[in-house]
């Protein structure tokens, strides 16, 4: 495993960095009660498999990919970001760690992926463990506004639909750029607000599904200039995304046995709510999605 102790002692001192509490918190209860976990992706995978048999890498991927768009969208930012076999690849806000394990798989390059969540981020390690591909994949429990890496240390460095969950934008991207060579590359998809979108829906959107802050696409690419990122490029998923948000939907309802045996009844019709809500911002056209790229 690479430099491994190096980057778990780093990561425990960047813990302890204060953070803005309220932001933090609600982010991390949203995804203690997410309908895609580890127990989740662990019992649909023995669904389809049957228990008695080693998993390998590709078993999960049906199932641990909790972003927009499953691995092609992850290959698409890989490609975005010039992810080669010898990159050293940093996933920022890993989640369960599907991308990065796709990553490792795909391309043979080395990971670290960084999670706040301790649930997720504690999950992601026992998956990578359960599927051999802990000396590719370094799962590190962190704050994305202050990576415990040194400068120019990454060839690549990606994220996916998680600075929506992140006030301070500036700071993220300035970090990523931080931690990158000189010329390596910065991509990632977010949500995006579009001009419709009213304060109370944004409001709705922080207290319900912990959309910190929702930037424009113009925002963003003014962002990423900013943190000194060159050629940068912004796409418009909003129409891409658009079916898959209505298939998403409909899995998050086959899924109400388990997610209520999980978090109970009152819970499952919150959650139906609160992502119907969500979806129908999508179907107004007032949210949408972006995919973005940048040098540094």
């Not at 780093?10 to 009660?33: T, W």
């Not at 240390?153 to 006030?167: V, Y």
């Not at 607000?193 to 696409?217: C, H, K, S, V, Y």
């Not at 119907?276 to 999508?282: A, D, I, N, P, S």
């Amino acid at each position: 495993m690479w430099e491994t102790f190096s980057v778990y002692h780093s990561v425990r001192r960047a813990a302890r960095r204060p953070l803005p509490y309220d932001d933090i918190v609600s982010v991390i209860e949203f995804y203690d009660r997410h309908p895609i976990n580890e127990a989740q992706v662990l019992a649909a995978v023995a669904r389809r498999r049957g228990s008695g048999t080693s998993l390998r890498a590709s078993d999960l991927f049906d199932f641990d990919q909790d972003h927009y768009g499953g691995l092609a969208a992850v290959e698409t930012l890989a490609r975005r970001a010039g992810v080669a076999p010898a990159a050293r690849v940093l996933d920022v806000c890993a989640g369960l760690g599907g991308p990065a394990r796709f990553l490792a798989y795909r391309f043979g390059c080395r990971v670290a992926a960084v999670e706040l969540n301790s649930g997720r981020a504690a999950g992601a390690a026992r998956l990578t463990r359960l599927v051999g591909l802990d000396r590719h994949v370094v799962v590190a429990r962190a704050d994305a506004t202050a990576l415990p890496f040194a400068r120019a240390r990454f060839d690549a460095c990606l994220s996916q639909e998680a600075f929506l969950h992140i006030a301070d934008k500036a700071t993220v991207l300035g970090e990523c750029r931080r931690v990158l060579r000189p010329g390596g590359r910065l991509a990632f998809t977010d949500w995006i607000a579009r001009p419709r979108l009213g304060d109370l829906e944004r409001q709705r959107l922080r207290e319900w599904m912990a959309a910190t802050t929702l930037q424009t696409i113009d925002g963003y690419r003014a962002l990423l200039g900013r943190a000194g990122f060159t050629t940068v490029r912004a796409e418009d998923l909003s129409d891409e995304w658009r079916p898959i948000l209505r298939s998403r939907r409909e899995m998050y309802r086959a899924l109400r046995d388990e997610t209520i045996a999980r978090f109970g009844e009152p819970w499952y019709h919150d959650y139906q709510q609160v992502y119907g809500f969500f979806v129908g911002l999508v179907e107004d056209g007032k949210l949408g999605g972006g995919r973005f790229s940048g040098t540094a």
